[in-house]
């Protein structure tokens, strides 16, 4: 059975933060941002148990060449993984758990 993924509403919101960013300095770093973190996704899909638990049940992949992290969980028994947020690394990481 294929692993369901789902998003929070705040992944939307930083995705567009992420675009507008991007699309100002150039419009190629956002494609290149994109084909990244799809790849991220995807690699979170066929393999969600490959990352570190770094917050109660959720885990972090860092993108390569960008400086952000997609915060998510999978649950096994549902075989689902909730991606919260694609958060800088900057940022204090404890940050986005007070999103409600």
Request: no cysteine.
């Amino acid at each position: 059975m294929a692993t369901k993924l789902i998003y929070s509403h705040f992944v939307k919101y930083d995705l567009k933060e992420i675009n507008d960013w991007y699309r100002k300095i150039d419009e190629k770093l956002w494609n290149k941002f994109s084909k990244e973190f799809r790849l991220k996704i995807n690699f979170i899909k066929e393999n969600p148990l490959s990352f570190e638990l770094k917050y109660d049940d959720i885990r972090i992949v860092f993108l390569k060449t960008f400086p952000y992290g997609i915060h998510y969980s999978y649950n096994e028994h549902r075989n689902l993984v909730e991606i919260y947020s694609v958060f800088h690394t900057s940022r204090n990481p404890d940050n986005w758990k007070t999103r409600a």
